[in-house]
């Protein structure tokens, strides 16, 4: 492979690792036209996409698929062979199998794949969402595709949005040591504040203790007083008792 193609297929993988968590071994998701393709033009797809990508690669189909394929027959028989021979990775469609466009679509959703496909339309719907990765056969050759222009915007905006906020803080910085800006202080948490007593003076007194307005020396001076009254005696019953 010649340097000048290494170096754009390189440059391509670093911008998905960068900005879409692409890793190795890079999984390759292949459909039934790739395939014919590669078949038609009597290459290896093994083979190619190892040597193209020059690191760890992981070739992966689904069983949507190989489904597809088989029912397409005759003219994808050869296809249908070779598509088989790839790691059939679980997609969810199993036992209600749906077409391979669409199960593609769904594998990208959640997960990072390079998508191997001659589909255009395919490719087309794709190329709008962010983050997807392509690979294609130009004649012999594998091609993976520089990064459409919903992924480069994608990745624009979020650089903007981190700048804003870095160029935000910085500015705030500045403030503070300036003394423009007032330093944040920790916030006090507030006391639970219990049921206050009552004014002494909003509250009336009770009648009882108004009629009743006594001292303790009065009280012991009018017993005192009770215990030494002398009980005076009728003069006939005293004189009954002297004639006793």
């Not at 990775?89 to 199960?103: D, I, Q, R």
């Not at 998508?115 to 392509?134: F, H, T, Y």
């Not at 050759?141 to 915007?153: F, G, I, M, Q």
Request: with cysteine.
């Amino acid at each position: 492979m010649k340097i000048s193609r290494f170096k754009k297929s390189h440059k391509t993988l670093v911008f998905f690792a960068t900005n879409f968590d692409y890793r190795e071994p890079y999984q390759v998701l292949i459909d039934a036209t790739f395939c014919q393709a590669a078949l038609q033009q009597k290459i290896g797809i093994d083979e190619q996409i190892k040597k193209y990508f020059q690191c760890g690669v992981k070739l992966l189909t689904t069983q949507c698929v190989i489904l597809e394929a088989e029912s397409l027959g005759a003219p994808l028989t050869g296809a249908t062979s070779i598509v088989k021979r790839f790691h059939v990775h679980k997609c969810g469609h199993e036992g209600k199998p749906v077409p391979a466009s669409e199960c593609i679509k769904s594998m990208t959703k959640d997960n990072r794949y390079v998508v191997a496909s001659q589909d255009r339309l395919l490719q087309e719907s794709l190329r709008k969402i962010p983050g997807r990765c392509l690979l294609y056969l130009h004649k012999a050759t594998p091609v993976l595709e520089a990064p459409s222009k919903a992924s480069k915007k994608w990745v624009l905006r979020r650089a903007k949005n981190l700048m804003l906020g870095k160029q935000v803080e910085k500015i705030d910085y500045m403030k503070e040591k300036q003394g423009l800006k007032p330093a944040e202080t920790a916030v006090k948490p507030k006391k639970h504040k219990g049921p206050k007593n009552p004014n002494p003076l909003s509250c009336k007194k009770s009648k009882k203790d108004k009629a009743k307005p006594q001292l303790k020396g009065v009280e012991q001076t009018a017993i005192t007083k009770a215990k030494r009254k002398r009980v005076k005696i009728p003069a006939h019953v005293k004189a009954a008792l002297g004639k006793d």
